[in-house]
Each structure stands twice: as C-alpha cells, then as structure tokens.
C-alpha cells in the first residue's frame, strides 16, 4: 500500500493550497484517513483527520481555516488550506489506518510572510 501525496509548495500569507493523497495498491477502503505535519524541530502533529468515514477533527490551530474531504468511493483525502500562515510551514503527512497505521512520503508545505 502506497500514500501518495501532492499539492505542497509555496504560499504566501494568507493564500491557499489544497493537499491531496491518493492511495494505491489495496482494494479496501481505509476506515481513517487525514493529514500529520511535522515543522523543523518539532515533533509531528495531527492537523486533521476522518474517522469511520464521517467523524471529523482537527487540531484548534487550523480550525476555521483548514477543511479535510474524502473522495466517497476511493481512497483518496484532501485538505484545503486557507487564510495559511507561516506557522502552517512543514512537511504535510498523508494518514490512514485499516487495522494499522500507513504514512505518505509526505509534502512540503512553505508560507512566507
């Protein structure tokens, strides 16, 4: 099974990007999919995710501002990204579980002010 992320790149404040991660080599829809992102230092954290296909969460620093989607038939998530910060910059992480965890290469994000 296979992540694969695009969409990264750079912003400016203010701007928007918008993620997306398809995966690929499995015929079984993942129950959980979302988004981690890990800036330079810090350890990775969740930014927001889609449990049992329905239940949202996101972390409180994107709320309002970050919306995640899922593809209704394929194993496909997105996240738009408005209103970016230079806070937003990291390296975006693709997410899923199905009885275990499975990670994308991830993708760089980069806001300037």
């Known amino acids: 099974v296979q992540l694969v992320e695009s969409g990264g790149g750079l912003a400016q404040a203010g701007g928007s990007l918008r993620l997306s991660c398809e995966a690929s080599g499995t015929i079984v829809r993942f129950n959980d999919m979302g988004w981690y992102r890990q800036a330079p230092g810090k350890q990775r954290e969740l930014v927001a995710n889609?449990?049992?296909?329905?239940?949202?969460n996101y972390a409180d620093s994107v709320k309002g501002r970050f919306t995640i989607s899922r593809d209704g038939v394929k194993n496909t998530v997105y996240l738009q990204m408005n209103s970016l910060k230079p806070e937003d910059t990291a390296v975006y992480y693709c997410?899923?579980?199905?009885?275990?965890?499975?990670w994308g290469q991830g993708t760089q994000v980069t806001v300037s002010s």
């Open positions: 889609l449990i049992n296909g329905g239940r949202t």
């Open positions: 997410w899923a579980r199905r009885l275990s965890d499975f």
